[in-house]
């Protein structure tokens, strides 16, 4: 008799510790789930910054770019426009330009316009370099520009092409978005990591 009651009780302790151990890692499980969904959530934008997070948003529409600027040391989020593209405004040394973030793009790509702008001399620029745009083939003049910078995230020595013909808009290509340390795109935003 002695003999079953001791088992019954080994039987009991071995079930109650598996049944400890489950509930543990169903907690650890339901933990690790509810951390990513905030995460995830601030991310995307559906929780409310705080004065004190370092998050920076670019505010960017057809209409008006802006930046909202808070503490060094934040990233950078790029909201998608209405036309399903990523805008973002850039500070290329003293001037500010208007770029079509392309991952697509090896190098900064600025019109003719933006490159007069920011005190480019195009006329002694050399047109040497062949690049393909979306209306063919044509010549470029590879540049260096000194700072540039969106939101949170600068870079100094910036390659970039002048295009003079077939680029409407000025590309924020990878000779920039390559240097940060990553980026990363969202349903509602493109994510820079300085």
């Given amino acids: 008799m002695r003999l079953g009651s001791s088992q019954a009780r080994i039987a009991l302790r071995v079930s109650e510790s598996t049944m400890l151990?489950?509930?543990f890692i169903l907690a650890c499980a339901v933990s690790s789930a509810v951390a990513t969904g905030l995460i995830v959530a601030k991310n995307d934008g559906f929780v409310k910054q705080s004065a004190a997070d370092t998050f920076t948003m670019v505010q960017t529409s057809a209409a008006a770019f802006t930046t909202s600027a808070?503490?060094?040391g934040g990233i950078t989020a790029i909201p998608k426009a209405a036309d399903g593209h990523f805008?973002?405004?850039a500070r290329v040394n003293t001037t500010v330009v208007?770029?079509?973030v392309d991952t697509g793009a090896s190098v900064v790509a600025l019109t003719p316009e933006d490159a007069r702008r920011m005190g480019i001399d195009l006329k002694a620029l050399s047109y040497d370099q062949e690049v393909s745009t979306a209306s063919g083939k044509t010549f470029a003049a590879r540049v260096v520009i000194d700072s540039m910078g969106v939101g949170q995230s600068r870079m100094e020595k910036v390659e970039a092409l002048v295009i003079p013909q077939g680029?409407?808009?000025?590309?924020?290509g990878m000779s920039y978005l390559g240097r940060l340390s990553r980026f990363e795109a969202t349903p509602r935003s493109l994510i820079l990591h300085p």
């Fill in 98 to 100: 208007k770029f079509l």
């Fill in 70 to 72: 808070t503490p060094s």
């Fill in 21 to 23: 151990k489950s509930a």
């Fill in 87 to 89: 805008w973002a405004e």
């Fill in 167 to 172: 680029l409407s808009t000025s590309l924020l």
